[in-house]
């Protein structure tokens, strides 16, 4: 795959797509926590996805093998893979699908934080560093607006969590022995 330093139109649309996919998603978790634990729901779909991807895998014929030097990094990445999604169906439980929404997205700000101090090509530079302020304004708001029916501040805490647990997860996969495995392999885990 031919890799970009800018981003194109198909992969602005790709990604808005995705975007709305995903806002989709909270909904349904919203809706779901009404009739089951939040933290159940959480594992329930995790053990789904693993036997989906394992199914994906033995069709594909790519086989399913941790590498020597990988297995920390790899169980790390799982533990907070975990964590997002327990902070997230939490959030999800407590606080309002939009206020959830714009908090735990919050995760590409965060990951570049954590790229500054951990990959050395990836520095925040005064414009980026106005961008990621501009994000995070917009954070602070969603998190200090306490409208009556809003959701509790537990909820938003939550999903502030989901969004460092996420960065991390993407900066463990970017910047730790794990980023020599395949994406799916990487996803198993």
Same mark, same amino acid.
């Given at each position: 795959?031919?890799?970009?330093?800018?981003?194109?139109?198909?992969?602005?649309?790709?990604?808005?797509?995705?975007?709305?996919?995903?806002?989709?998603?909270?909904?349904?978790?919203?809706?779901?926590?009404?009739?089951?634990?939040?933290?159940?729901?959480?594992?329930?779909?995790?053990?789904?996805?693993?036997?989906?991807?394992?199914?994906?895998?033995?069709?594909?014929? @790519?086989?399913?093998?941790?590498?020597?030097?990988?297995?920390?990094?790899?169980?790390?990445?799982?533990?907070?893979?975990?964590?997002?999604?327990?902070?997230?169906?939490?959030?999800?439980?407590?606080?309002?699908?939009?206020?959830?929404?714009?908090?735990?997205?919050?995760?590409?700000?965060?990951?570049?934080? @954590?790229?500054?101090?951990?990959?050395?090509?990836?520095?925040?530079?005064?414009?980026?560093?106005?961008?990621?302020?501009?994000?995070?304004?917009?954070?602070?708001?969603?998190?200090?607006?306490?409208?009556?029916?809003?959701?509790?501040?537990?909820?938003?805490?939550?999903?502030?969590?989901?969004?460092?647990?996420?960065?991390?997860?993407?900066?463990?996969?970017?910047?730790?022995?794990?980023?020599?495995?395949?994406?799916?392999?990487?996803?198993?885990?």
């Amino acid at each position: 795959m031919e890799r970009k330093s800018q981003i194109d139109t198909f992969g602005a649309v790709a990604l808005t797509g995705f975007a709305f996919f995903l806002a989709f998603n909270q909904v349904v978790i919203k809706v779901t926590n009404g009739g089951l634990q939040p933290v159940f729901f959480a594992g329930l779909r995790s053990a789904g996805a693993v036997v989906c991807i394992w199914m994906y895998l033995r069709w594909r014929g @790519i086989p399913l093998r941790f590498e020597p030097g990988t297995r920390l990094a790899g169980f790390a990445a799982g533990v907070f893979f975990g964590f997002q999604f327990l902070c997230l169906f939490v959030a999800l439980d407590l606080t309002t699908v939009g206020r959830s929404a714009v908090i735990f997205y919050s995760m590409p700000v965060w990951l570049a934080i @954590i790229a500054h101090w951990v990959m050395p090509n990836d520095k925040i530079t005064p414009v980026k560093a106005v961008g990621l302020a501009f994000a995070m304004s917009g954070v602070a708001w969603a998190m200090l607006s306490r409208n009556s029916g809003a959701g509790s501040i537990w909820g938003d805490l939550a999903a502030l969590g989901g969004a460092l647990g996420w960065a991390i997860c993407a900066m463990l996969a970017k910047a730790s022995p794990l980023s020599r495995v395949r994406p799916e392999i990487q996803l198993f885990w």
